[in-house]
């Protein structure tokens, strides 16, 4: 453990079992986010979504699961300590990607993501007296995270 830095020790990130996390949009990349969060909650309370919450070490991270993020900024703004990118750059990389436990991946009617996403990155194509079958374009997807919460089977994953 002598070579993990404070930052990978706070938030436990460190060995084989590190997770991927969705840090805010616009954040530095995860070390120098680690490195220059001070874990003081400001993006939590600005965010008028509520999708920020404390991860590991009380660092910040975004759960779609309360709802999806609107590139309003607040957050960014929010940070005195240069946790954030330039606004000019491109929020994050992240896209969704549809699993396998989607009900139209086993015959059952069902386009609720499509609905609520306005990219328009989820389509159905018609199949011949089957169920219409889905897909996502991931150039089209900005990681808003909208059609997460809303799939009765969570079958929606949001990754870099
Ligand atoms: S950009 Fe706005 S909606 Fe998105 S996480 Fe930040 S504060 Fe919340
Ligand atoms: S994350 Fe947002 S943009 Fe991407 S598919 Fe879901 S609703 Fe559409």
Known sequence: MSNITRAQFLRGGWGSNK???IRPP???TEDSFTDLCNRCGACLDSCPEKIIVNGSGKFPIIDFQKGECTFCQACANACQYRAF???SEKPWQ???EIKDTCLSKIGVVCQSCSEVCDQGAIHFSLQMGGVPDISLD???C???GACVSICPKNAIKISA
Request: include cysteine.
């Open 138 to 140: 991931n150039t089209q």
């Open 85 to 87: 990118k330039p606004l």
């Open 142 to 144: 900005n990681g808003c």
């Open 94 to 96: 992240i896209t969704a």
């Open 26 to 28: 616009w954040s530095v």
């Open 19 to 21: 997770k991927t996390v």
